[in-house]
C-alpha cells in the first residue's frame, strides 16, 4: 500500500506511518505536535504533565482547552471499561506500577508491596468537564491511551487530504483505505513466549487491531505492566490478547480488559471481536474474529 513511509519514536515507542500519498513535511510536524500535546497532559512520566497535579492531593479541575475531547473520551471509556470488569481496569492504578518499579525513572525495583487501586466511586468524581479526586492519584492510562493517540494521528492524517494509510505504534495499529479498493492487511498474532512465531493471522479490512501480552514491559520475578486493579497484582492467567475495533482506543482498552473478563461480558458494552492466548497455551477467539489461528 504504501507510497510513503515515516518512522519515528515517541512515547517510549516506535511508530510507523504508510500512506499512499507522499506525506508533506507540515503533515509530519503536525503529527509529532499532536504526539507532544498529548504527552504533555497525559505522561505519568513527566513532572510538567498535566495529570501530575492530581498525584499531589486532592484537586478539582477541568482539562486545558487542548486537552479536553481527550479527556472526555479517555476518562469516559475508563469509566465504561472499569464498570464491565468490575474495577480490574482503571486509570488509578499508578500507584501500584510505581511501587512495583515502573515508576518515572525506570527503575524497574520493586519498592514495596503492591497496592490495590481504589474503587472509582470513593476516591473520583467526573462529570464530563472536571474531575474531582479527593485523594492524591497517580493516573495512568496505559490501558487505553496509547490507542486514543493512533485514533488522532489517523484523524490528523484524514484532516491533512489522506484517505488511505495505516498508524503503527507497536502493537496499536490503525488502517483506513477511504474510497479506494485495497487489500486487506494480513498481520502476525506474535507468539507471546517465542517472537520468531506467529499463532495467528488477523485480517484487517480498516480499523484497529490492538495487542497486549504479559511479556512486553515485563521486569523482575514475573512483574509486567498488566496490573489488576482489584487487587494492584500482574495477571497470571492471560499471556496475550488481540482486539478488532472500529478504532484504536476502544480495542487497546478492550485487549486490557480481556486478561480480566471474557469476550462475551465486555461485548455487553462494546462492539469488538479478539482472541486470547492464555499461560497454559490455550486460546480462544470470538467468532467474528478476522483471521484464522494455527494452534
Request: aromatic share 8%; with cysteine.
Amino acid at each position: 500500500m504504501s507510497e510513503t513511509t515515516l518512522r519515528f519514536e515517541a512515547i517510549g515507542t516506535g511508530w510507523e506511518l504508510d500512506t499512499t500519498l507522499p506525506l508533506e513535511p507540515e503533515t509530519a510536524e503536525a503529527v509529532a505536535a499532536c504526539i507532544d500535546r498529548f504527552d504533555r497532559t497525559w505522561s505519568r512520566f513527566r513532572d510538567d504533565a498535566f495529570i501530575a497535579r492530581f498525584a499531589a492531593g486532592p484537586v478539582s479541575t477541568a482539562f486545558p482547552d487542548d486537552a479536553r475531547e481527550d479527556a472526555v473520551a479517555l476518562l469516559d471509556t475508563y469509566r465504561r471499561l472499569h464498570d464491565a470488569t468490575a474495577g480490574a481496569v482503571t486509570p488509578f492504578i499508578g500507584t501500584s506500577l510505581e511501587r512495583l518499579g515502573y515508576d518515572a525513572s525506570y527503575s524497574l525495583v520493586p519498592q514495596g508491596p503492591a497496592v490495590a487501586a481504589p474503587h472509582w466511586d470513593d476516591v473520583a468524581r467526573w462529570d464530563g468537564e472536571v474531575l474531582e479526586t479527593s485523594l492524591p492519584l497517580v493516573i495512568d492510562i496505559g490501558a487505553a491511551g496509547k490507542g486514543r493517540l493512533v485514533d488522532l494521528v489517523a484523524d490528523l492524517l484524514r484532516s491533512h487530504g489522506h484517505e488511505s494509510f495505516t498508524v503503527d505504534a507497536s502493537g496499536d495499529l490503525r488502517h483506513e483505505h477511504g474510497s479506494r479498493p485495497a487489500d486487506p492487511l494480513r498481520i502476525a498474532l506474535e507468539h507471546p513466549y517465542d517472537p520468531s512465531k506467529a499463532i495467528g493471522v488477523a485480517t484487517i479490512d480498516a480499523g484497529a487491531l490492538c495487542a497486549s501480552a504479559t511479556n512486553r514491559r515485563a521486569w523482575g520475578d514475573g512483574l509486567h505492566h498488566v496490573i489488576d486493579g482489584r487487587t494492584g497484582e500482574p495477571t497470571r492467567t492471560v499471556a496475550a490478547t488481540w482486539v478488532t475495533a472500529p478504532d484504536a482506543m476502544v480495542a487497546d482498552g478492550l485487549a486490557t480488559a480481556l486478561f480480566f473478563t471474557d469476550h462475551e461480558t465486555l461485548a455487553e458494552a462494546f462492539t469488538f471481536e479478539s482472541v486470547r492466548m492464555f499461560t497454559t497455551g490455550l486460546t480462544d477467539r470470538s467468532v467474528g474474529f478476522p483471521g484464522e489461528l494455527f494452534t
